[in-house]
């Protein structure tokens, strides 16, 4: 390829939104007019006044909604994102072991810092390929079964299903990061529903969201009660106490609460799950079959009942330099197809969250076909 970054994509080809990032997600300028409102009033007042309590309660109600809730199933938050989750679900979830499913970057790491607790027996640590996924299996003693719902780093979505013949009282925890809001779920098939709001949700980092069943909020009191030292910034009670109350232990970023509130309330507006699920599927439908069709380009995932609808990752053959691509769609302002950088493949990874239109998806594959034509 000669010097691809040159390249100018015709202005009639380009997406009318460039972002395709796996996360941070292309925000709506529905939500941006939702802060820009809020601007003039909620934002630099008191978490523990009313407005934004209230604010918290809508979003707590909404998620309800939008997930269809089972009776008993309650809206948790927290500061730290999904990765503090993963400490605070070691501390306050995991009685003595975790079984976790580890095929790419995320799911690897909650059954990495299961592991390392000096408190818990070993992990139990049930691995696959990269573009593939193991299943989960029952095993007397385990206590939480973990696994990711997609796998943004390699674009493997998985089923969240309980665990045939587990011991009575586990529980299943999924990391729905980036599924949450784009794939369809049944909440009475796992105890904790966790993800962050900058993914399907389109707002900003550094907040932990979870929908938690009878039995999670039951195994977190108990532990909470019991002689294990919890620090006191992960303690999970504490998170669920103040949920109760619709605030958080310590201040949340208001415009993050702003912008998520506002997506979840046009995604119950639009139909809910089923629009965001149907409208996920439409856009990564539209790669995969793509891909299928290129000489050039194939679906990373072999298997299509395990590709993602949010996240699409397709592989080049040799004669394309998949990086060069990445390059000269960023040089157009298309930006953020590059692959997770530590899969190492010849890839772009293209995020099909809810907030991005379909036909901006169609669009950023007519200019990939240019770009390759064109080099
Ligand atoms: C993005 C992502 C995370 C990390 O989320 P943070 O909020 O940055 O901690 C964890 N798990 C999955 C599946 C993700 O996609």
Redesign the pocket.
Known sequence: MGDTAALKIPAGLLPRDGRFGA?PSKVRPEQIEALAQAGGSLLGTSHRQAPVRNLVGSIRNGLSDLFSAPEGYEVVLGVG???AFWDIASFGLVENKAQHLSFGE?GSKFAAATNKAPFLSASSIIKAEPGTRPQPVAEPGVDVYAW?Q???STGVAAPVQRVQGADDGSLVLI?A??AAGGLDVDLAQSDVYYF?P??NFASD?GLWLGMFSPAALERAARINAGDRWIPDFLNLQTAIDNSRLNQTYNTPSLSTLVTLNSQVQWLNTNGGLAFAAGRTAESAGRIYSWAEKSAVATPFVARPEDRSNVIATIDFDDSIDASAIAATLRANGVVDVEPYRKLGRNQLRIATFVAIEPDDVSALLNCIDYVIEHS
Do not use: I
């Open positions: 996360g994102g999904s990765t995320f990711p997609n796998e943004t990391d990061t980036s962050a900058q993914k980092g």
